[in-house]
């Protein structure tokens, strides 16, 4: 079974602090993918990356970062938070030309 | 433009009580359609993709069929450990990676 991972269930920051959210997947996947889950909102991709190195921005790409130095760790950078940055961000991972996505259990943070 | 709409945004049912919920999308050349469920706090699963017009797919009390312009999820007989939001999701027409999702439907079936 796929499995992805990430670094924190809850999280809760300050204002103005630089936060990493760190997603692992363990099946060799070449793409993966941040989202943000707000109600009412839905899930809406901020950054996606399709192999090391390489990444393209989602629909919400201001005022995050992402990092992708080995093809199993995708990270995700919040330059400085913000309140309105308080949310559900949800880790995927796919294989090329397959589009069916399998999600990691999601960090909620908080920012304060 | 791209979209996928849901409906109903919520659904309650009793336990046995069998009903549809709805995915309605518009996208240049459809790529799959996919449907997953999600437990609060938890990220979602993957149930389902339905490729063509037709194309019909079960898992236990669910069965996902699809049509050129929107998608149906049938649950037959639900109990309450089918309480979840359901979402669908397809591949927008620009990019060929990404999903586009659903603002989802959260079903409660109570006993």
């Known amino acids: 079974d796929v499995k992805v991972t990430q670094s924190s269930r809850y999280l809760v920051k300050r204002t103005g602090e630089k936060v990493f959210l760190e997603c692992v997947q363990d099946?060799?996947?070449?793409?993966m993918f941040w989202y943000r889950q707000d109600p009412g909102l839905g899930l809406r991709l901020i950054y996606f990356?399709?192999?090391?190195?390489?990444?393209e921005k989602g629909d919400i790409p201001e005022g995050y970062s992402v990092s992708r130095e080995k093809k199993e760790r995708f990270s995700l950078i919040l330059e400085s938070a913000s309140t309105n940055q308080t949310s559900m961000y949800l880790c995927?991972?796919?294989?090329?030309?397959?589009?069916?996505?399998?999600f990691g259990p999601g960090t909620r943070l908080t920012v304060l | 433009e791209d979209q996928v709409t849901q409906s109903p945004e919520a659904l309650r049912l009793q336990e046995g009580e069998s009903s549809s919920l709805n995915c309605s999308y518009t996208v240049s050349g459809l790529r799959g359609l996919f449907w997953y469920r999600q437990d609060p706090g938890k990220g979602p699963e993957f149930l389902f993709t339905?490729?063509?017009a037709g194309e019909e797919k079960e898992k236990e009390r669910l069965k996902a069929t699809l049509t050129k312009k929107e998608s149906f999820l049938h649950i037959t007989a639900p109990k309450p450990e089918d309480s979840a939001t359901y979402l669908c999701a397809v591949p927008p027409s620009n990019s060929g990676y990404a999903l586009n999702f659903g603002k989802g439907t959260s079903l409660l079936v109570t006993p």
């Open positions: 099946m060799d996947h070449e793409n």
């Open positions: 339905l490729y063509s």
């Open positions: 995927a991972s796919s294989i090329p030309g397959y589009n069916e996505q399998f």
């Open positions: 990356s399709y192999d090391v190195k390489m990444k």
